[in-house]
């Protein structure tokens, strides 16, 4: 067999969002060699896509400009499909690498929760940060009627930037009620500047009425959305619109995590005081250790990357701030918690796999994760159950308890070419 | 107004600002990327490369994420709903 390129580093990164462009930029400076890798063409996660030009995250332009001076290797467009102990297996459009790492900081960030109702495999409708994201890539929003709703932060920011872009955003439909987001409130009082944020967002949406206790039951359209049913439990309304914008906050991305044996509890991945996972050199920081934001993400990169250059002293430095931060997590959770309904939206007939269409009564014959998978095929296409696998932990239950490999989809001659680096067996955790 | 190029869509030519991604090119021509495996049209969805509803075919080469490739100019795409 043909030998594949291999390249070495101290430290390897895998997501350059924030967490780990700090974890990044933390490593290098503290003299180690490192690589940061990333599925996108350019640094900055979801939230700063569209880098230093997003005006309204200053830190994306600071810490972008930190990670150009800081000497790590940025490598785009590339994707982690297998991981050994002491190596990744990375596929872009046109290569093929091994990359062996001394520590590993996994810093993967979050998808959104989808959650099944009628309709919701229409074109035209979008997660909310979906939309934005296609947006940031260019796509014009100009007079387009657009729904924003589901749960969380990312309502506002994303019907605050599709109003500036033009677009005439008809409603937000919040699903929480106004007690639990009075009670965030309250929760955030002792970061003001969160606070500021969430006026800053309203006021820049506020031709927009935000509806809490409100959710979408329905999109309706033959080809393509034409309309979006909301419910306030009291009535139901439809709303012509060109697009709906959904999304039910986020859910942390644990595949290659799981793939290294990391322990998950509720979710999250475990970590130490210095964000290292229960696999001794494995870090993670960010989203994939409970859902708290850019702030949070950011100090916990920075601790990470600092731990696995083997700076101790600074890392703890950044520990009381890190504590601070990290009461975001609970707040958020506890405000944006689904309520039962949303559990209900979808009919015997909706699919819940999008991929391989299994409605959710074929899928929900079953006992478990694994048996739909067996069965029904329910998550074994292309995105390996990425949307539907976190919409049925919800709706029924289910745990994802392992990760198989190839953990995102590669080409077969990049399966053939996987080969053991210095040591022997792949160390692949979870159960078979 | 930003710089622009073309790219062909079905064999269709259709401007996009440069920076856009092959995701926008399609929604702002035919707006399906594919048919799902029963048939039904499907277009982009998350807009970061997670669920794969976007998968077109870029220069003959398939089931590419159209929501994570820049356009380049004179790129064929080929998005069959």
Redesign the interface.
């Known amino acids: 067999m043909d030998s594949v390129a291999q390249r070495s580093f101290d430290v390897a990164v895998v997501g350059a969002g924030p967490a780990g462009i700090a974890a990044a930029v933390a490593a290098s400076r503290s003299g180690a060699r490192v690589a940061l890798i990333d599925?996108?063409?350019a640094p900055g996660g979801?939230i700063w896509r569209g880098g230093a030009s997003a005006p309204h995250h200053p830190e994306a332009g600071h810490w972008l400009d930190e990670l150009s001076k800081s000497g790590a290797t940025f490598i785009a467009?590339t994707r982690v499909f297998y991981a050994h102990n002491g190596a990744l297996e990375v596929e872009s459009?046109h290569s093929l690498c091994q990359l062996l790492y001394g520590k590993l900081i996994l810093a993967t960030g979050a998808?959104?929760l989808?959650l099944p109702f009628p309709g919701w495999?229409l074109?035209?409708?979008?997660?909310a940060?979906?939309?934005?994201?296609?947006v940031k890539?260019?796509?014009?929003v100009n007079g387009k009627r657009v729904v924003v709703a589901g749960t969380g932060p990312l309502l506002l920011a994303v019907a605050a930037y599709l109003s500036e872009r033009g677009a005439d955003v008809l409603c937000i439909c919040e699903q929480a009620p106004i007690s639990q987001l009075r009670a965030f409130a309250l929760a955030l009082a002792s970061f003001p500047r969160k606070l500021v944020e969430a006026a800053q967002l309203r006021f820049r949406s506020r031709r927009a009425p935000y509806f809490t206790s409100t959710w979408p039951v329905a999109a309706i359209g033959q080809?393509?959305l034409q309309s979006v049913q909301i419910s306030d439990h009291h009535r139901v309304r439809e709303i012509e619109c060109d697009f709906l914008a959904c999304g039910f906050h986020l859910v942390p991305?644990l595949e290659l995590a799981r793939a290294l044996g990391c322990r998950v509890m509720d979710g999250c991945v475990e970590v130490s005081e210095f964000q290292e996972t229960s696999q001794p050199g494995v870090y993670c920081a960010g989203e994939p250790t409970g859902i708290g934001g850019m702030e949070l993400a950011i100090v916990e990169g920075q601790i990470a990357g600092y731990a696995a250059a083997g700076r101790i002293i600074s890392a703890k430095q950044l520990l009381a701030t890190r504590a601070r931060n990290r009461k975001v997590v609970s707040a958020l959770k506890e405000a944006f918690a689904l309520r039962p309904e949303l559990a209900t939206l979808a009919k015997s007939d909706t699919l819940l796999c999008?991929?391989?269409?299994i409605s959710l009564a074929d899928a929900q014959k079953h006992a478990s994760w694994r048996a739909a998978k067996l069965h029904s095929r329910c998550g074994m296409?292309?995105?390996q159950g990425?949307?539907c696998g976190a919409a049925a932990e919800f709706l029924f239950e289910w745990t994802m308890d392992s990760s198989r490999p190839p953990i995102f989809?590669v080409r077969c001659s990049s399966l053939a070419a996987i080969s053991s680096p210095a040591s022997p067996a792949p160390r692949l955790g979870g159960s078979p | 107004m930003s710089e622009t190029l073309t790219v062909r869509v079905n064999g269709t030519p259709v401007a996009v600002s440069v920076g856009s991604t092959v995701a926008v090119a399609v929604l702002l021509s035919t707006g399906v990327c594919r048919a799902s495996v029963s048939g039904q049209p499907r277009a982009p969805f998350c807009g970061m490369g997670t669920c794969f509803e976007c998968r077109v075919e870029i220069n003959g080469r398939s089931h590419q994420r159209s929501c994570q490739v820049m356009c380049e100019a004179n790129m064929e795409i080929n998005a069959h709903g």
Do not use: K, M
């Open positions: 599925d996108n063409p979801q467009g459009d998808r959104e989808f495999t074109p035209n409708v979008f997660g940060g979906g939309l934005q994201a296609l890539s260019g796509l014009p080809e393509r991305n999008r991929c391989e269409d296409g292309p995105c990425r949307v989809p």
